[in-house]
């Protein structure tokens, strides 16, 4: 996993070049997200079919694996890529990065990914506009639903 040493702005950030597994901006630091295993893309895939069917079928939104949003207020922009974002259809836009909150952020919990780090993002979920997390945790068979 990368993360830089020294602090940078979201405007610089967001010029960089994409990297894969996708990187995050969390207040001024880059890091990149843990390359996922087998069980965690099929989990992933599992989902985004299930809710994708339903999302069409009523027509309140899209689903999207892997989508960058930025959102957070001015002092505090961030710039997450969940493993499953859900928008609702009045707020979809053309641009590469959402702007905004997704409705819901799916995460799916990676071997050696960081405590602190994961419930310092989701904390910026719940207080800055992301209506409804699951937390996916693969070996114990658990979603932990905020």
């Known amino acids: 996993m990368t993360t830089t040493t020294q602090r940078i702005a979201l405007v610089e950030f967001m010029a960089m070049e994409e990297t894969k ?6 207040n001024g630091e880059v890091y990149q997200k843990p390359l996922p295993k087998r069980p965690h ?39 997450y890529v969940p493993d499953i974002a859900c928008i609702a259809t009045e707020r979809l836009t ?3 990065e959402f702007q905004g909150p997704p409705d819901i952020a799916i995460e799916i919990m990676s071997p050696g990914q960081s405590a602190r780090r994961f ?3 989701l904390q910026f979920y719940l207080v800055n506009g992301v209506r409804l997390v699951w937390v996916i945790d693969p070996p114990t068979e658990k979603i932990d639903v905020y």
Request: proline content about 6%; overall charge negative; some cysteine.
């Open 21 to 26: 597994p996708a990187s995050e901006y969390d």
């Open 41 to 79: 893309s099929i989990i992933q895939r599992l989902f985004i079919v299930i809710l994708d069917a339903y999302f069409k079928a009523t027509g309140i939104g899209e689903v999207f694996p892997e989508l960058r949003c930025v959102f957070g207020p001015e002092s505090d922009r961030r710039d």
């Open 94 to 96: 053309e641009d590469d």
């Open 119 to 121: 419930a310092r993002k």
